[in-house]
Every structure is written in structure tokens, then in C-alpha cells.
């Protein structure tokens, strides 16, 4: 796509449905002309190149806490938006530091390790209802369910709520996307929120007198040098898990399947040889990637990609983009499952890099692992239609209908 000079640079393009369909060609108009983008429009910084998306991820002059105090809001409200300022997401250190490190005492890798089995059961449970019925919505019938069916046998949900959390979870999942919400979701997602916290306030007291083997257990029970996690804070982190950790890996499993159906040969290359499954749900996850943007706010002079940043101003840094950057990745808009030496940002960097990085990319590697195994004659529906979500933050689908032969 070719963007006219004098149009000025501005990521409102990104909202023209043809960009929204496919944004990496504009993504590449804006690393060639303007990396470092002042977008007039918007009054914010772009960045789109690897280097510079790296730089701003590691920079402490670039604060996380963004959140409105929600003051300006009904009441009730503010509420709720206090419970966002306690989550890891959207703290800097040292608070960032002291949370992330209690919260990771429970969230560790053999607890991802010992979900394994779980996972691989309820991936077989789902597929084995789509081969009765011969045919499939991969987001529908897998994408949507898996995720939150693993965060509730994570946290310890009881089988029978698992139906309201996946209701409660799509309701507020985008509550995490400033684009993608009109004020009437935006009020039904935080009433939602509201039965959600004290739902799990609930069973929060139920498994500090009893606990069991399941990460709320531990996260009540965590603690080091004498210092625990407030009743708040946890709630808070646990409506995070949840927030975080559904949509994005519903589009690591819609986008993934598009991307291999569309290029039959690394579809094959995945079923013929197994061990390509990890760096495969690495490359994935490059492709095109669930999670396209997030942003931080200047508390200090910042000097990047040779612009300076001013205290006060607001960072776009474009995930998505910095994962087809070609200085990082040679021919990067090749899918490739056997890319093996890249950085991919699809899980963030510094700090805040994804604490579900390990969970996620396990779920990816057996959603991909048992379809080529069991369905490796997986096509495009010639009769359905794929249809895509429409938020700027997320990348990924609401409809993928899939056959077999
Ligand atoms: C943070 C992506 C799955 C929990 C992040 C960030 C990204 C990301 C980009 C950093 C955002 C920033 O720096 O502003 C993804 C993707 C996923 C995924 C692409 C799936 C493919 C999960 C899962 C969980 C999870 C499964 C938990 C069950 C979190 C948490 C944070 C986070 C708690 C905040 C970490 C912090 O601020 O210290 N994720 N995520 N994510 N993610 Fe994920």
C-alpha cells in the first residue's frame, strides 16, 4: 500500500477497513518514513521499530500506570477503576517490583508444567465434539473455551461456574482495550466486573480456611519476608489473569490456524514433524500477534530513536509492527515455523513482560500439536465466512469455520 506524502502519518489509518484487515503493510509505510512517529493527530508517539519498541520497554523515563483515576466517572465506577490501579499491568516500581515478585512466587513453571495434562484433555474434549459434528468454528469451538477453561482448573474455579467466568470474562475481556468499547458495554462490563470480584472474594475465604493445590490458594497464602498480598491486590491480580489471559490466547489459536491453512506447505511441515510445534507457536505469535500495541506515558525526557520525548506526552508502541521489522527478522513477512534465532515482543519486554507467557505458549503448543495430529486434512470452509475482530489493541478473529478431509 502506498500512503500519499502529503497526508501526514497518523495511526487513525489504522481504523479504514482495509488496514484493519491486513496493517502490516502500513506498519511498514511508518518504520520507513517516520520509526519514530509524532502523530499530530493523535498527540502521540509511534514507535514501529524493533530497536526503538525495545528501548521504550525497558526505559523507566516510561511509566505503565496510564490508568484515568476514574474520578470523572458515575459512581461506582472509580471503584472499580481503582481495582486497575493495583494490577501489575498498570504499576511501575517500586510497587511493580514487590507485587510481581509475591504474585510469580505462585504463577511458576512447574505449576504451567503440571497443567499440562489438563490442557491436553480438554483440547481433546473439544475436538472430539467437533468430529462428531464434522465440522468446526475454531473460534467458537475452541479458541473462545480453551483459555478460560485453563485459567478456571488454574485459579481452582469449580467446574460448575465455568460457564459464568467464560460469560463474565467476554464481557470484560476488552476492558483492557481503550478502542474497542461503547459506553453502554463499557457500564455492562463494569457491573460484570463488580459480581466477578465479589465472586471471587468468596472463594478467596473459602480457600484461605481450606486450601488446595490451586493458585488462588497459594496467592492467599503467599508470602515473603513477612510481606503478603492485600485482599485488594489479589483480587485485583486475579481479575487480571483473567482479563490478560483469554482473548489474547483465543487469537494466538484463531490467528495461528488462519496463518497455517493459509500457507498449506508449513501446515504440512507442522504435521509431518512434531518437534516443529515450538518454535512454530513462536512464530505464530510474530506473525501476527494477538496483543498489536500497548502504551506508556512519558514521566520524564526521553531520548529515543534520535526524537526526543518530553515528560508528560504518551507512547503507542506498536508490538505488532516491531515483529515484521526486517532488521530484526530477515524477509519478516515470511512465515517461517522453523525461525529459530528472533526476539519475537509478542509477550512484551522488560518488566512487564507477560507473566502467562509460559501458560499461553503451552496452550499453543498442544491446541497445534493435537489438530496437526488429529485433523492434519484441516482446510478453510469454502462455504463459511472468517471474520475479524475489530479492536486496534487485539489482532485476532470471531469466526474461523474450518472442514476436513
Ligand atoms: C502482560 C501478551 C497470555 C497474564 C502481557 C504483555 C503482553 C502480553 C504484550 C505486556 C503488556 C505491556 O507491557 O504493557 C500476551 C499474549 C498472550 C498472553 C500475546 C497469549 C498468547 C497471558 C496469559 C496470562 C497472562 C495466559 C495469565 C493467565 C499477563 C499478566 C501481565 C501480562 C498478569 C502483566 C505483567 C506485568 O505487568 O508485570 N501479556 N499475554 N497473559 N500478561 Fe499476557
Not at 470474562?169 to 461503547?182: A, K, P, Q
Not at 463488580?194 to 472474594?201: A, D, K, N, R, T
Request: net charge negative; with cysteine; proline share 7%.
Amino acid at each position: 500500500m502506498t500512503v500519499p506524502d502529503a497526508s501526514p502519518l497518523t495511526i487513525e489509518t489504522l481504523r479504514e477497513p482495509v488496514v484493519r484487515h491486513d496493517p502490516y503493510p502500513f506498519y511498514r509505510t511508518l518504520r520507513e518514513r517516520a520509526p519514530v512517529l509524532w502523530d499530530s493527530v493523535r498527540w502521540q508517539w509511534v514507535l514501529t521499530r524493533h530497536q526503538d519498541v525495545m528501548t521504550a520497554l525497558r526505559s523507566p523515563a516510561l511509566s505503565a500506570a496510564r490508568m484515568s483515576s476514574g474520578d470523572e466517572l458515575p459512581p461506582g465506577v472509580p471503584t472499580a477503576m481503582a481495582l486497575f490501579a493495583r494490577q501489575l499491568l498498570f504499576l511501575d516500581p517500586p510497587d511493580h517490583t514487590r507485587l510481581r515478585r509475591l504474585i510469580s512466587k505462585a504463577f511458576t513453571p512447574r505449576m504451567v508444567e503440571g497443567l499440562r495434562p489438563a490442557i491436553t484433555s480438554l483440547v481433546d474434549d473439544l475436538l472430539d465434539r467437533a468430529l462428531e459434528r464434522g465440522r468446526m468454528d475454531v473460534v467458537d469451538d475452541l479458541a473462545l473455551t480453551l483459555p478460560v477453561d485453563v485459567i478456571a482448573e488454574m485459579l481452582g474455579v469449580p467446574r460448575q461456574d465455568r460457564g459464568q467466568l467464560r460469560a463474565w470474562s467476554g464481557s470484560f475481556g476488552r476492558l483492557l482495550d481503550d478502542e474497542g468499547m461503547d459506553e453502554a458495554a463499557f457500564f455492562g462490563a463494569m457491573t460484570d466486573l463488580g459480581e466477578f470480584v465479589e465472586y471471587l472474594s468468596d472463594l478467596v475465604e473459602i480457600r484461605r480456611r481450606a486450601p488446595r493445590e490451586d493458585l488462588i490458594s497459594q496467592l492467599a497464602t503467599v508470602e515473603e519476608h513477612g510481606d503478603q498480598l492485600s485482599r485488594e491486590e489479589l483480587l485485583a491480580n486475579l481479575v487480571l489473569v483473567l482479563a490478560a489471559g483469554h482473548l489474547t490466547t483465543t487469537h494466538l489459536l484463531g490467528n495461528g490456524v488462519l496463518a497455517l491453512l493459509r500457507h498449506p506447505e508449513q501446515w504440512r511441515l507442522l504435521c509431518g514433524d512434531p518437534s516443529v510445534v515450538p518454535s512454530a507457536v513462536q512464530e505464530l505469535l510474530r506473525y501476527d500477534s494477538p496483543v498489536q500495541r500497548t502504551d506508556r506515558l512519558a514521566v520524564a525526557d526521553v531520548e529515543i530513536g534520535g526524537r526526543q520525548i518530553r515528560a508528560g506526552q504518551s507512547v503507542v508502541v506498536m508490538l505488532g509492527a516491531a515483529n515484521r521489522d526486517p532488521e530484526a527478522f530477515p524477509d519478516p513477512d515470511r512465515l517461517d515455523l522453523r525461525r529459530d534465532d528472533s526476539h519475537p515482543l509478542a509477550f512484551g519486554h522488560g518488566i512487564h513482560t507477560c507473566l502467562g507467557m509460559a501458560l499461553a505458549r503451552a496452550e499453543g503448543e498442544i491446541a497445534f500439536g493435537r489438530l496437526a495430529a488429529r485433523l492434519p486434512g484441516l482446510r478453510l470452509d469454502e462455504d463459511g465466512i472468517v471474520e475479524r475482530d475489530q479492536s486496534l489493541v487485539f489482532r485476532g478473529l470471531r469466526h474461523l469455520p474450518v472442514r476436513w478431509d
